[in-house]
């Protein structure tokens, strides 16, 4: 069935490094990849998706890239901030179908 | 925190029990869903809903049970017959016409079934 891979499970990283998540899916019908932070005891909230039409995107110190043919796409966060700290989760969809398969997740802990 | 809405926050039942948990939206979306989240595991999809009195299965649909009789508003039932029930549960909406949009969430409800 459809799956979407995501690695690391934890990533810890010093304030001002850069954090890169990396997720896979099964679903060559995919079509677009949102990403999602959810800070602890909080809902889960968008912070940057991507189409299956462009192979990159950027927002600030986000970014997101996406490579159709490995079937694989990641989250790139640059000059980490200790609120960047959260459970990141990438998630994979088909246009139409509304229905996003998540990845198991990353917790990411920025140090001070 | 307007927007979707989920009650309670927190929710204790026996084992045995039919539990029903609350989530309304106020965001004119058509498109409804359910998720479960667990420890160390993303989010599961339950039961989904595109249009009002029509809704499909997830992922997880066993033991569970949904409706959705008005746009706004879409009940989810935790049955006797779900195995291990403890969890926290979402409720996210989202538009829909053709392409996939945001899908917004609630601030979830965490059931404990002892």
């Known amino acids: 069935g459809e799956n979407v891979e995501q690695h690391p499970s934890t990533l810890s990283v010093q304030e001002g490094d850069s954090a890169v998540i990396k997720c896979t899916y099964s679903?060559?019908?995919?079509?677009?990849f949102p990403w999602y932070k959810q800070e602890l005891g909080k809902r889960p909230q968008l912070i940057i998706d991507?189409?299956?039409?462009?192979g990159e995107k950027k927002d600030q110190r986000i970014a997101v890239t996406l490579n159709k043919t490995a079937k694989h796409f990641s989250l790139h966060i640059t000059e980490t901030q200790p609120e960047d700290s959260a459970v990141y989760f990438c998630?994979?969809?088909?246009?139409?179908?509304?229905?996003?398969?998540f990845g198991s997740g990353t917790r990411l802990l920025v140090r001070p | 925190d307007g927007g979707i809405t989920q009650s309670p926050k927190y929710l204790f039942r026996k084992e045995g029990q039919n539990v029903t948990l609350s989530c309304e939206q106020n965001?004119?979306?058509?498109?409804m869903y359910w998720y479960r989240q667990d420890p160390g595991q993303g989010l599961r999809l339950i039961y989904y809903?595109?249009?009002?009195?029509?809704?499909q299965k997830g992922d997880i649909a066993e033991g569970y049970s949904v409706s959705r009789e008005k746009k706004e508003s879409f009940p989810l039932t935790v049955t006797s017959a779900q195995k291990n029930p403890t969890a926290f549960y979402l409720c996210?909406?989202?538009?829909?016409?053709?392409?996939?949009?945001?899908?917004?969430f609630g601030p979830g409800t965490r059931l404990t079934v002892t």
């Open positions: 996210a909406s989202s538009r829909t016409g053709g392409f996939n949009y945001e899908q917004y």
């Open positions: 679903d060559s019908a995919s079509n677009y």
């Open positions: 991507i189409r299956s039409n462009v």
């Open positions: 998630a994979a969809s088909r246009d139409s179908s509304y229905k996003l398969i």
């Open positions: 965001l004119n979306h058509d498109a």
């Open positions: 809903s595109q249009i009002v009195n029509d809704f």
